[in-house]
Structure formats: structure tokens, C-alpha cells
């Protein structure tokens, strides 16, 4: 809706409600598959062990017909009330999540890159409901969407890096703690350059670089604390469906 919202053009509430739902349709469709393949390991992790799939409160072919529904459903109605561009978008984030993300989160941390990307594409969605195209607007407010993810999910998965360890997840605060700081303090850094280019694009008036710098000012000191206090530890004994074992580097 906020990319709707910022897209230069015509304006039609109609058209904002089903790019809406068929959004929202689709994020319910990679989520639903999202957690029907990792039945076994959100078992395991106690933030997610009390989900519908885990306390068998859902059968696994139920959540999986649901997602395969809905996410027809959220393509089908932004592919004949929005345009093709928007369904394009909305399907191949559904593919990104559950076919590329989902089964990288267990081989490899470049699993974060790959779901930042997943988060940047909804206002995208957005902006290519009013516009039919993918100009720099678009592109600014996906990358500030995708920069913005690190240092927030960073620091949650640091908070949860033993559930991770225990499910077999290759996440950063697993593996690396430092280079999961690291990238969080960059990120932290580009939403300057990002946010400042919107004014520059016409996009919002040059209050906008002063108001969000005080803003990402506040997310760069977070990150500086975060990288200075990141300690030198990594966790060991993952995949092997026992504790997590901390030792220093």
C-alpha cells in the first residue's frame, strides 16, 4: 500500500484494494508452504514449536492445499484487476520464498540475502499497480525495503541463535557473530544514501532527508553498539538435532 501510495499516476481505490489482497493472498500462500516444509524443524525451535502444523492442530495437506489456493487466488486477481507486471512480481515471490529461501536456510547464510529480497518486492507490487513498470521509484523503495531488513533481522535471529542452532539453521548469529554484526552495521549506513535519493528523484520533498536521517541515525547507533558488543562466539553442533554447543573462537 505505501508503494501504491508513492507511485506517481492515477489513483483508484479499487485498484489499491485488489493489489491489497492479492498481496496479501500471496504472502499467505509462501508462508503456508514456508511452514509446511519445515513441519520437522519448527518442532525443534521453541519460538516456533506452538504453530498450528507443530501442535497438529492443522493436517500438513490441509495447510499445503490452502497455500497452493491462495496463492493462485492472489495471481489470478492481480493478473485480471491490477496488471501482469504486479502478478508476475506477486508469483515469483511466492517461488523466491518457498523454493530458494526456505531450502537455503539450511545450507547456507547467504539464506538472509536471498529473503531480503522476498521483503523488498511489496511495495514494488505496489508501484507497479499504478505505473505498469519498474522505474527507479521502484527501485528505491525496494532497496530501502531490502537494506533495512539486516539490521533488523540480524539482531532477532542473535536473540535466537540457539533455536536456529538446534533446527540445523545456517544463520549469520549462528556462524558468525561478528559478520552477522558487521552487516548489520552496513546496511545501517545505506539507508542514508537511500533515503536521501528520494527527494533527489522527486519522490517526497528535502524535508525527507532531514527527518529520516534523525531516524536512521537512530538505527545507526543501535548497529554500532550491536557491532561493538558483538562477542567473538559461534555455535557449533549444528544438523545434529541436539543442544547447541557455544565455544570461543
Known amino acids: 500500500m505505501a508503494g501504491y501510495a508513492m507511485a506517481p499516476g492515477a489513483i483508484d481505490v479499487s485498484t489499491l484494494l485488489y493489489t491489497t489482497v492479492g498481496t496479501g493472498l500471496c504472502i499467505s500462500s509462501a508462508n503456508a508452504i514456508n511452514q509446511w516444509i519445515e513441519i520437522p524443524y519448527d518442532a525443534q525451535m521453541l519460538r516456533t514449536r ?8 492443522l493436517t500438513p495437506i490441509h495447510a499445503f492445499n490452502f497455500g497452493i489456493l491462495s496463492g493462485t487466488a492472489g495471481v489470478a486477481t492481480l493478473a485480471t484487476m491490477v496488471n501482469p507486471l504486479t502478478a508476475a512480481l506477486g508469483a515469483g515471490n511466492i517461488l523466491l520464498y518457498t523454493a530458494v529461501y526456505t531450502p537455503m536456510k539450511r545450507s547456507s547464510i547467504a539464506n538472509t540475502w536471498a529473503g531480503a ?13 499504478v505505473t505498469n513498470s519498474l522505474d527507479a521509484g521502484a527501485w528505491v523503495l525496494g532497496t530501502i525495503l531490502y537494506a533495512w531488513q539486516f539490521p533488523h533481522f540480524n539482531a532477532l535471529a542473535w536473540n535466537l541463535r540457539a533455536d536456529y542452532s538446534k533446527a540445523g539453521y545456517r544463520m549469520m548469529a549462528v556462524t558468525d ?12 549506513l545505506a539507508m542514508f544514501p537511500l533515503c536521501w535519493s528520494m527527494p533527489y528523484l522527486d519522490m517526497t520533498s528535502w524535508v525527507f532527508a532531514l527527518d529520516s536521517s534523525i531516524v536512521n541515525a537512530a538505527l545507526l547507533y543501535g548497529a554500532v553498539k550491536f557491532w561493538h558488543k558483538s562477542p567473538f562466539t ?7 538435532g541436539a543442544q547447541s554447543v557455544y565455544s570461543r573462537k
Open 177 to 188: 557473530p561478528k559478520l552477522n554484526a558487521r552487516v548489520s552495521l552496513r546496511y545501517s
Open 117 to 129: 529480497v522476498v521483503g523488498a518486492i511489496p511495495p514494488m507490487m505496489g508501484w507497479a499497480a
Open 50 to 57: 506452538n504453530r498450528v502444523l507443530g501442535r497438529r492442530a
Open 234 to 240: 559461534c555455535i557449533t553442533g549444528i544438523n545434529d
